[in-house]
Structure formats: structure tokens, C-alpha cells
């Protein structure tokens, strides 16, 4: 496996010169459906973000994107299936974060990340600080202080083991230099009830999950992680304006194909998700669900993915994070 610090992406990424048949395939494409691997469960939030994006995709692309879904191992079993798909543009992985996280956290994963060529950053979901009411703080100042006066006593929630909910609280705890016992739960769901009831004491989750617990009072919101603050609670801060650094955090999404795909036909992927992420009823269904819309070109979505590889490669191992 490469080193997860730095690798180079593949040559249709790079936009090498192709061979003429390369060309005339890319020429004639879509010639049929394509197919986008979804590496958790249907109806979920990535799923649902997903199934939208691939229908606003379709009249741009001139065929149907098929959502197949190949839940389980965060995202991995997808991401080994399209590593070793054929690379003609009918392959698509709908990837998330855990794509550039697992390759810290799985010392044998079943693909390599030189396995895909990126086509682009689409959204990500803010993500928000939040405790139980009963615990005494109410800013971010308090938070840190009572945190670091009773770490032995405290723990706080999350997604899974290796999730972006558990790493981004643990990047949030190295920041502040202080050690927690961390409770991984399977889904927002469950942890979200245990915060609720007092089972543990606070938790980094995804706004969307979490919205309707603040709304009602069952749960106390001190910061976004976002870079800005979100129109969904408009009073609540940055972690960044409340001077922690490098702590922005998101559940992030794009779109990646097997390592060898054409790079006319990557352009094309990348223009109609382009087209779909400027359409106003796609951007609206994606407000309601307070999911960001990006979008990238395929070496800038190259070039986060590795940015991110080597910021949670860290995080994994300044806090010694493994899994099996």
C-alpha cells in the first residue's frame, strides 16, 4: 500500500494523452445506465444525497445513474467493489470522509486509494458540539474548562468507531489537550437518544441528525464546526471565531471512479454534477436536508482528498486510534 501521506492519483486524473480507442469511447459515452455504488444503507442521509444528485445528473449526462447500495465495513465493501470495476465510466463510487480516514484506521484495507481517479467534491453536512442541558456550560470557554476539570469522569458519543463523528470530536479533544472515554454507537440515532438521556455527556454530530433534538431542548448546541455559521442556528458560533484552529469539520461527499477511467469521460461525470449542483431545486431539497453544496473539479477534489488523508492519518495516530 502506498504511504498515506502522499500518492499520486491516476493518469486519467492527470489528463495524459489516451490512446484513439480511449478517445472514441469516451466520444459515444453514456451509451447505457450507469451504476453509482452508496456504501451504507438505503434511506440514510449519503444514500438520500446521493439518489438526488443522480437524478439531477441525468438529463445533463444523457442516461440514468442507478443508486446500488453495498452498506457495511464504513464504506470499505463499496470501495473495494469499484476499486476493481472495470474503468469504463459505468462505475461510480459515492464515497464519503471514510475515504480518506480508513486508510489510517484499516492496517489491511481491501483496496488502495491509487484504486480510484477523483471526479468530484459534492457536499457535506456542518456538523455541531453538543451536551447534554444538564451540563453546566454554555459556551464553548466553559466547555473547555469543565471538560479538562473532569475528563476522568466524562464521555462523549459517537457514529462508530472511525467515523467522522468520533474523529472530529477526538481531533476537537486533542485540540484542547484533553483525554475522554469515548462511546461509539451504530448511527446518529441511538447516540443521539443516550446524549438526550444523560447516558453520556456530549457528542460532534452531523446538523442534520441533531437539529431536531435542539429544537425541542433535549440537547444543548455550543459550536459548529463549519467554516461559517449555519442559517439553521444562526446564534451559535464557530469553533474557528472561538479561536480554535484547524478544527473545521464536515461529513463530507464526493464522487470517485476506478484508477484508469478515461479522463474525457471523467470531464463529462464532472460537468453534468456540476449542472446538477447549480440547479435550484436540487440546491433546495439539499437546504432542507442542511446539507452544503460544494462542487470541485476533479484535481481539486485530488488534491483535498489528499489533504484530508494526511490531516486524519494524525488524528488517528495522536490519539491511537485503531480498528480491526
Not at 480507442?21 to 444514500?47: C, E, H, K, N, W
Not at 480518506?100 to 455541531?128: C, E, H, N
Request: hydrophobic share 40%.
Amino acid at each position: 500500500m502506498t504511504t498515506r501521506r502522499s500518492f499520486t492519483w491516476g493518469a486519467s486524473a492527470l489528463g495524459l494523452t489516451l490512446a484513439a480507442p480511449g478517445i472514441l469511447r469516451a466520444q459515444s459515452y453514456p451509451s447505457r445506465p450507469v451504476r453509482m455504488l452508496v456504501g451504507f444503507a438505503p434511506g440514510g442521509p449519503t444514500d438520500i444525497v446521493a439518489r438526488q444528485l443522480a437524478q439531477y445528473m441525468t438529463e445533463p449526462l444523457g442516461q440514468s445513474i442507478v443508486i446500488e447500495n453495498r452498506g457495511g465495513a464504513n464504506g470499505n465493501i463499496a470501495a473495494q467493489e469499484i476499486a476493481s470495476a472495470a474503468p469504463d465510466g459505468y462505475n461510480l463510487f459515492y464515497n464519503t470522509s471514510a475515504i480518506a480516514i480508513s486508510p489510517a484506521l484499516y492496517p489491511r484495507l481491501g483496496y488502495d486509494v491509487k484504486s480510484f481517479v477523483p471526479v468530484g467534491l459534492t457536499a457535506t453536512v456542518p456538523m455541531v458540539l453538543e451536551v447534554h442541558p444538564q451540563m453546566p456550560v454554555n459556551t464553548v470557554d466553559e466547555f473547555v474548562a469543565y471538560v479538562k476539570a473532569n475528563a476522568d469522569k466524562l464521555s462523549y458519543a459517537s457514529t462508530g468507531n472511525g467515523s467522522i463523528t468520533h474523529l472530529g470530536t477526538a481531533l476537537l479533544l486533542g485540540r484542547i489537550g484533553a483525554k475522554v472515554t469515548h462511546v461509539p454507537y451504530r448511527g446518529s440515532a441511538p447516540a443521539l437518544v443516550d446524549l438526550a438521556g444523560g447516558r453520556v455527556h456530549f457528542m460532534s454530530d452531523t446538523i442534520n441528525s441533531s437539529l431536531p433534538f435542539i429544537k425541542d431542548g433535549r440537547l444543548k448546541p455550543l459550536a459548529v464546526t463549519s467554516k461559517d455559521r449555519l442559517a439553521a442556528l444562526p446564534n451559535i458560533p464557530t469553533l474557528t471565531e472561538l479561536g480554535l484552529q484547524d478544527v473545521e469539520v464536515g461529513a463530507w461527499q464526493g464522487i470517485v471512479a476506478p484508477a484508469g477511467t478515461p479522463a474525457e469521460i471523467v470531464t463529462k461525470v464532472n460537468a453534468a454534477m456540476m449542472t446538477a449542483l447549480r440547479n435550484k431545486d436540487f440546491l433546495a431539497r439539499l437546504e432542507e436536508q442542511q446539507t452544503t453544496p460544494l462542487g470541485s473539479t476533479p484535481a481539486e477534489y485530488g488534491a483535498y482528498i489528499t489533504a484530508e488523508l494526511a490531516r486524519w492519518d494524525k488524528v488517528v495516530k495522536e490519539n491511537g486510534i485503531t480498528m480491526n
